[in-house]
């Protein structure tokens, strides 16, 4: 039989799992066969020769413990059909309790009092009593552990199913032996050789019995390194490649010179000197149009940074060398908004904009897709109106991509088919920065620039926490800024569009500063609405006819009003940090001092409130991007549904980044000198397995 066979026969095959054990494993940790059950990663490794004495017990930190058990008690719940169980262990010096809040028959049936234990758990403090919830218990004879064990034991996630049916941390452990013995954990490798060897790396084969059947705790540590740097690696080979291709399959315009547009409008058009970040981003992007190869670039911008001024630049140099251009946006909104300021700083120098919205009436829209078909007009703006089936482009040379995670892979791919034969080059913006090696997997197939640099005399939006005790001093704010002339928006929470009572809070919203600020008209927007109502809604502020919005996170999006000068946000605490600064970000736009006050539930947390404080504290986006990420983690951080990574197993984005970096290094080096992989089939088979479980939907098209 071939090796790979060996692999998936099904686990009930195996000596020790029958059918119940085989259907439990299958229906609590979804391993059904002999491979699966060598990806069961252990959670951590009890070193038994470390026993900590019950005195020296440092809090939250699991250790291991040794003595006897006291009398066991079952104390039921008031008004509930489970009970909890109690014992106590006791080392001679000092005690502790042992409880368990449920699923503990097992408990029961294994262990009674007097028996001499290992109790391996994380202790805590409750009612001045120094507990251990839920700990493993391994039953010692004669003051020896079971003959079969090892001094280093690896401890397995376990769940009270698995208990029940046996499957506790000895019969993985007798399971793994079986395992072993049958196949040597003999597997092929898809990390190459010398990538191992390079990198300190331990074979699979060693690194699988190093971590199921350790004879030490470093021993198990190198085969987690292995495994964490596996993960990394087959993720960064799969984007780097997919980079790779892009830059060698298609083909694009070079645009050797900068052109006459450029240098016409720097010399003589600039309206405001560019900051140096700007200078260094219009730069790389300079390089990289100079290129056949399509470029793909990112660029990542704090809220006002001057990410549109950086996309005028590269419109000029693909209009100066006779090339089109397509800026397209997620709302109408925003098209319209860069519209005018394209119009505004193009105008001098004789171009036309066109603006291509959903709404646009029909004949116009045929006037200008008649006007792109035969490159009459050089640069469009508008929103998915720019991919429709009956828009045809000239020679389309440059796509600018504004808040481009709001579109997806195909929406991008099919504004990039529009430049057939050639693939334009890609100019991607967003607002939403993320730490640099969290984008290194989100963002691993694209180049990335970051603006960071504010343009000088900006005034940062003084920031407030505030609970409803205060509620009056908030609305004098507000009432004195819509005196002075200024708007704001109040911003309610939606975490999901569906959320009923989400969507009463605003409408009671709505109505409070109704009947609070009666001399002044408000609007409304959620994302409930029409996008045509939402729209209306927007433009009747923008334009000043309200004078409070009060909204959904849906005007989250780049909306550019100077002279909103008031933010409140309600029940700030239910939103992610990097958000919160986003919204932040739609005051200070004018040359008006602007506030933003995070109004938080009076009760909140310490820890809570504290997260709110780095607001106040911190104006840059990175940096409060990087404490949200560092709280939150990547899941919640970038969203599950959009965030484009897998959930890895053992690797950890935020803490092993050195581990990342090297996997990425070794993935760059590998595609530089086999791209197509065809000396590593182990490799190449392990990568579609990859990309089929996780249905990963990487970047670029
Ligand atoms: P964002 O990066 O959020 O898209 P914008 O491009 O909308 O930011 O720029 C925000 C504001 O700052 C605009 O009014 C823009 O004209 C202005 N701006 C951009 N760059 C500079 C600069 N170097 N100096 C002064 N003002 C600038
Ligand atoms: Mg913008």
């Given at each position: 039989?071939?090796?790979?066979?060996?692999?998936?026969?099904?686990?009930?095959?195996?000596?020790?799992?029958?059918?119940?054990?085989?259907?439990?494993?299958?229906?609590?940790?979804?391993?059904?066969?002999?491979?699966?059950?060598?990806?069961?990663?252990?959670?951590?490794?009890?070193?038994?020769?470390?026993?900590?004495?019950?005195?020296?017990?440092?809090?939250?930190?699991?250790?291991?413990?040794?003595?006897?058990?006291?009398?066991?008690?079952?104390?039921?719940?008031?008004?509930?059909?489970?009970?909890?169980?109690?014992?106590?262990?006791?080392?001679?010096?000092?005690?502790?309790?042992?409880?368990?809040?449920?699923?503990?028959?097992?408990?029961?049936?294994?262990?009674?009092?007097?028996?001499?234990?290992?109790?391996?758990?994380?202790?805590?403090?409750?009612?001045?009593?120094?507990?251990?919830?839920?700990?493993?218990?391994?039953?010692?004879?004669?003051?020896?552990?079971?003959?079969?064990?090892?001094?280093?034991?690896?401890?397995?996630?376990?769940?009270?199913k698995l208990r029940q049916a046996g499957l506790d941390n000895k019969r993985f452990r007798m399971l793994f032996e079986e395992l072993y013995r049958l196949t040597h954990f003999q597997k092929e490798d898809p990390i190459p050789e010398s990538i191992r060897a390079q990198y300190g790396l331990l074979s699979l084969s060693e690194a699988l019995r190093a971590l199921h059947l350790p004879t030490s705790v470093e021993e198990a540590e190198k085969a987690r390194y292995r495994f964490k740097f596996q993960e990394f690696f087959l993720l960064q080979v799969?984007?780097?490649?997919?980079?790779?291709?892009?830059?060698?399959?298609?083909?694009?315009?070079?645009?050797?010179?900068?052109?006459?547009?450029?240098?016409?409008?720097?010399?003589?058009?600039?309206?405001?000197?560019?900051?140096?970040?700007?200078?260094?981003?219009?730069?790389?992007?300079?390089?990289?149009?100079?290129?056949?190869?399509?470029?793909?670039?990112?660029?990542?911008?704090?809220?006002?940074?001057?990410?549109?001024?950086?996309?005028?630049?590269?419109?000029?140099?693909?209009?100066?060398?006779?090339?089109?251009?397509?800026?397209?946006?997620?709302?109408?909104?925003?098209?319209?908004?860069?519209?005018?300021?394209?119009?505004?700083?193009?105008?001098?120098?004789?171009?036309?904009?066109?603006?291509?919205?959903?709404?646009?009436?029909?004949?116009?829209?045929?006037?200008?897709?008649?006007?792109?078909?035969?490159?009459?007009?050089?640069?469009?703006?508008?929103?998915?109106?720019?991919?429709?089936?009956?828009?045809?482009?000239?020679?389309?040379?440059?796509?600018?991509?504004?808040?481009?995670?709001?579109?997806?892979?195909?929406?991008?791919?099919?504004?990039?088919?529009?430049?057939?034969?050639?693939?334009?080059?890609?100019?991607?913006?967003?607002?939403?920065?993320?730490?640099?090696?969290?984008?290194?997997?989100?963002?691993?197939?694209?180049?990335?620039?970051?603006?960071?640099?504010?343009?000088?005399?900006?005034?940062?939006?003084?920031?407030?926490?505030?609970?409803?005790?205060?509620?009056?001093?908030?609305?004098?704010?507000?009432q004195a800024e819509l005196q002075k002339g200024r708007q704001g928006y109040v911003i309610y929470p939606l975490v999901e569009e569906s959320e009923k009572t989400d969507l009463k809070a605003v409408e009671e919203g709505f109505e409070l500063l109704r009947k609070t600020f009666p001399a002044y008209s408000i609007g409304m927007v959620h994302g409930r609405m029409s996008s045509e109502r939402k729209e209306r809604e927007?433009?009747?502020?923008?334009?000043?006819?309200?004078?409070?919005?009060?909204?959904?996170?849906?005007?989250?999006?780049?909306?550019?009003?100077?002279?909103?000068?008031?933010?409140?946000?309600?029940?700030?605490?239910?939103?992610?940090?990097?958000?919160?600064?986003?919204?932040?970000?739609?005051?200070?736009?004018?040359?008006?001092?602007?506030?933003?006050?995070?109004?938080?539930?009076?009760?909140?947390?310490?820890?809570?409130?504290?997260?709110?404080?780095?607001?106040?504290?911190?104006?840059?986006?990175?940096?409060?991007?990087?404490?949200?990420?560092?709280?939150?983690?990547?899941?919640?951080?970038?969203?599950?549904?959009?965030?484009?990574?897998?959930?890895?197993?053992?690797?950890?984005?935020?803490?092993?980044?050195?581990?990342?970096?090297?996997?990425?290094?070794?993935?760059?080096?590998?595609?530089?000198?086999?791209?197509?992989?065809?000396?590593?089939?182990?490799?190449?088979?392990?990568?579609?397995?990859?990309?089929?479980?996780?249905?990963?939907?990487?970047?670029?098209?």
């Open positions: 039989m071939a090796q790979a066979d060996v692999w998936q026969t099904p686990l009930i095959y195996l000596k020790g799992v029958g059918p119940r054990r085989a259907e439990v494993l299958q229906s609590e940790l979804k391993i059904s066969t002999f491979e699966e059950l060598l990806e069961h990663f252990p959670r951590r490794y009890l070193d038994y020769a470390h026993i900590t004495p019950i005195s020296q017990a440092r809090l939250d930190q699991e250790a291991v413990f040794r003595g006897r058990l006291g009398p066991f008690q079952v104390r039921p719940i008031a008004g509930e059909r489970r009970a909890i169980l109690t014992t106590t262990l006791y080392d001679g010096q000092a005690w502790m309790q042992l409880i368990w809040y449920q699923g503990w028959e097992w408990v029961r049936q294994k262990f009674s009092a007097g028996q001499e234990v290992l109790a391996i758990g994380r202790p805590t403090y409750k009612k001045r009593t120094l507990q251990l919830s839920h700990p493993d218990l391994i039953l010692l004879t004669d003051g020896r552990l079971p003959q079969d064990f090892l001094r280093v034991y690896p401890l397995y996630p376990l769940t009270e799969l984007l780097i490649r997919r980079k790779h291709f892009l830059k060698t399959q298609y083909t694009a315009p070079s645009f050797t010179q900068a052109g006459p547009l450029v240098s016409e409008f720097y010399e003589k058009h600039l309206p405001f000197p560019l900051t140096e970040a700007q200078k260094r981003v219009i730069r790389e992007i300079r390089r990289d149009m100079a290129l056949s190869v399509p470029m793909n670039r990112l660029i990542q911008g704090d809220v006002g940074s001057g990410k549109t001024i950086v996309a005028l630049f590269a419109a000029l140099i693909a209009m100066g060398n006779g090339y089109q251009v397509a800026l397209m946006t997620p709302t109408e909104v925003l098209a319209e908004q860069h519209a005018r300021s394209f119009r505004r700083w193009l105008s001098p120098l004789g171009i036309g904009v066109g603006l291509l919205l959903g709404s646009t009436p029909l004949a116009q829209k045929r006037r200008l897709i008649t006007k792109l078909a035969t490159g009459e007009l050089s640069c469009v703006i508008g929103t998915h109106a720019l991919f429709q089936k009956g828009v045809h482009y000239h020679r389309l040379g440059l796509t600018i991509i504004d808040e481009q995670h709001k579109f997806g892979v195909k929406q991008r791919a099919a504004l990039w088919e529009k430049a057939h034969p050639y693939r334009p080059h890609n100019l991607l913006l967003t607002a939403t920065p993320i730490p640099r090696t969290l984008a290194l997997s989100v963002y691993g197939d694209v180049d990335v620039s970051i603006i960071d640099e504010l343009p000088p005399g900006r005034q940062p939006v003084k920031t407030y926490i505030r609970t409803e005790a205060q509620r009056r001093e908030v609305w004098n704010l507000l927007m433009n009747l502020f923008k334009l000043g006819q309200t004078q409070i919005l009060v909204a959904t996170t849906v005007v989250e999006v780049g909306v550019d009003v100077p002279n909103a000068t008031v933010l409140i946000v309600e029940h700030a605490e239910r939103f992610g940090l990097s958000q919160l600064h986003q919204l932040r970000g739609r005051v200070g736009r004018g040359a008006y001092p602007s506030y933003a006050i995070f109004m938080a539930q009076t009760d909140l947390s310490e820890a809570a409130l504290n997260r709110l404080q780095a607001l106040a504290q911190y104006n840059d986006g990175f940096r409060i991007a990087e404490i949200d990420l560092k709280l939150r983690g990547p899941g919640d951080f970038l969203g599950t549904k959009q965030s484009g990574l897998p959930d890895f197993k053992i690797a950890d984005i935020i803490e092993d980044q050195a581990i990342l970096r090297q996997a990425r290094q070794a993935a760059e080096e590998l595609i530089a000198h086999d791209p197509t992989l065809v000396l590593y089939p182990t490799l190449q088979s392990y990568l579609s397995r990859y990309v089929e479980k996780y249905s990963l939907e990487l970047f670029t098209a």
